[in-house]
């Protein structure tokens, strides 16, 4: 796993170039998401009621190909975007959420199929952070549109959603009980890092619509944490307990608690900050590089695939996620060294995933790989530069043709590094969008010298692809 992800000196708004083998990584997520809707090919299909269910893999997929553009590919969309918006839809599958109807039944008594109406945080939350991170990337509120969200139970009966109802169904969620505002996943059970995601849904959809569903709650559930003891005084988390905090059924782990330091580094950024600490200093320990984890550290199965075969997986990758997002280089390395040692790297036409990890598994590591130092935060309280929103991006390149390392604007100029998908060299064709209309565009690369804007600000180029290919497009006269 290349450490370039991790390098601590990426500053708040640092474009890095993704290399060969990143590529081949994305092209593994890709290849997982640009398949038709209907269709899960590559994804585990062990069951959906808890942690190998297609919604997880789901998820890890579209936050890992959103990370990517923040870190190498802020001024692509393309096929990065339509991948994105793909894994939401494929949210709306009937087998990705149906599961529901009889948790609902055997659980509350109560027959209702609709996933988002009462409680079922595992859902809904992560479902809004995806398309949270998706609008925070893209000037595209598709998924803000009335019915945008459609999800088709069978005969007539149709459960329509967008962001903003799902975003006012978790709050009601979250508002049902005023005493004990995080609510449950599976029925009558909660867990603190589904909670998280229901706080940067409602903090995402507030910035970027205008309202204020999320209120007090980050006070709520601060409070909450010890009012009803769901963090230790150690500082560790339980797992799950019953909602009001009374029975614990899932002790502190490694796991849960660096999942928790990842996802409040937004809502509550001084308990994610000394929750990664406690961690470090107890129990993620690197003697001259080599890392050891104390305290019965490792879940003994990969829950993405119940494989008992090499079950340490999912702790070291979510481990390595929480330390990319706190900046800690020096544990980062050595997690993306123990990762690639015991689940090496394997390529098939052209994608690489790690033999032995599950699709969860290699989804969350591809998170740890394409992130970076407050990445995470910086995506839901949407700190990004003016300019990534108004300069030329690449919209148009052929999958996988052309696969994009780096592209970054700075409001005027376009910079890209690309690389051939295929053997060869290849004549392949681009399209350049957020042109300025009619202006004549230097182009610095294998290609035409100039091209001009159309009406809709907007240009197509031809270019050689040949190994490492940079492209630099910029007004002409600058």
């Known amino acids: 796993m290349t450490a370039h992800a991790h390098d601590p000196s990426m500053s708040t708004h640092h474009v890095g170039e993704s290399t060969a083998e990143d590529l081949q990584v994305l092209r593994y997520l890709l290849d997982l998401a640009l398949q038709p809707l209907d269709r899960f090919d590559g994804f585990t299909h062990a069951e959906q009621?808890?942690?190998?269910?297609?919604?997880?893999?789901?998820?890890?997929?579209?936050?890992?190909?959103?990370?990517?553009?923040?870190?190498?590919?802020?001024?692509f969309t393309g096929y990065l975007a339509e991948a994105q918006r793909n894994a939401i839809l494929k949210m709306c599958d009937r087998k990705v959420w149906g599961y529901w109807s009889m948790e609902n039944l055997v659980g509350y008594g109560r027959w209702n199929p609709d996933p988002l109406v009462h409680h079922n945080i595992m859902y809904s939350a992560y479902l809004g952070v995806m398309i949270g991170w998706y609008e925070t990337l893209h000037e595209d509120n598709t998924f803000s549109s009335p019915?945008?969200?459609?999800?088709?139970?069978?005969?007539?009966?149709?459960?329509?959603?967008?962001?903003?109802?799902?975003?006012?169904?978790?709050?009601?969620?979250?508002?049902?009980r005023p005493d004990s505002p995080q609510y449950p996943c599976e029925p009558h059970l909660v867990y603190p890092v589904c909670n998280t995601y229901a706080l940067n849904t409602l903090q995402m959809h507030?910035?970027?619509?205008?309202?204020?569903?999320?209120g007090d709650l980050i006070e709520r559930v601060r409070h909450s944490y010890t009012a009803q003891t769901w963090r230790r005084p150690d500082g560790r988390f339980y797992s799950g307990k019953t909602r009001n905090g009374r029975l614990p059924f899932l002790p502190p782990t490694l796991t849960n608690d660096a999942w928790m330091a990842y996802w409040l580094s937004s809502p509550m950024p001084d308990i994610a900050r000394d929750t990664w600490t406690m961690?470090?200093?107890?129990?993620?320990?690197?003697?001259?590089?080599?890392?050891?984890?104390?305290?019965?550290?490792?879940?003994?199965?990969?829950?993405?695939?119940?494989?008992?075969?090499r079950g340490g997986g999912p702790t070291y990758t979510i481990l390595l996620k929480a330390a990319v997002e706190h900046g800690d280089d020096e544990a980062a390395r050595a997690l993306s060294a123990l990762i690639d040692k015991r689940y090496p790297l394997t390529t098939s036409a052209g994608a690489a995933r790690h033999t032995g990890l599950s699709t969860l598994g290699n989804v969350l590591a591809a998170?740890?790989?394409?992130?970076?130092?407050?990445?995470?935060?910086?995506?839901?309280?949407?700190?990004?530069?003016?300019?990534?929103?108004?300069?030329?991006?690449?919209?148009?390149?052929?999958?996988?043709?052309v696969l994009v390392a780096r592209a970054v604007t700075d409001g005027r100029r376009l910079d890209l590094v690309l690389r051939p998908g295929t053997t060869g060299r290849s004549l392949t064709e681009l399209g350049i969008h957020r042109l300025?209309?009619?202006?004549?565009?230097?182009?610095?690369?294998?290609s035409e010298s100039h091209i001009t804007a159309n009406d809709q600000g907007a240009a197509?180029?031809?270019?050689?692809?040949?190994?490492?290919?940079e492209l630099h497009i910029e007004p002409a006269g600058d």
């Open 147 to 176: 019915a945008s969200l459609s999800l088709h139970w069978k005969d007539r009966r149709s459960y329509e959603y967008d962001f903003t109802s799902l975003a006012e169904a978790i709050r009601r969620n979250m508002l049902e």
């Open 367 to 401: 998170m740890g790989r394409f992130g970076g130092t407050s990445i995470t935060a910086d995506l839901n309280n949407g700190n990004l530069p003016d300019q990534w929103s108004t300069g030329p991006i690449l919209a148009e390149a052929a999958y996988p043709e």
């Open 436 to 446: 300025v209309p009619h202006m004549t565009y230097a182009v610095t690369g294998p």
């Open 279 to 309: 961690l470090r200093e107890n129990y993620v320990h690197l003697d001259a590089g080599e890392l050891a984890l104390l305290g019965a550290p490792e879940q003994r199965v990969d829950p993405g695939n119940y494989s008992l075969a």
């Open 206 to 214: 507030d910035r970027l619509h205008g309202t204020e569903l999320t």
């Open 460 to 469: 197509h180029i031809w270019i050689h692809l040949s190994d490492r290919t």
């Open 49 to 75: 009621m808890f942690l190998s269910a297609l919604r997880y893999q789901l998820n890890g997929l579209c936050w890992a190909l959103s990370l990517s553009q923040r870190t190498r590919t802020p001024a």
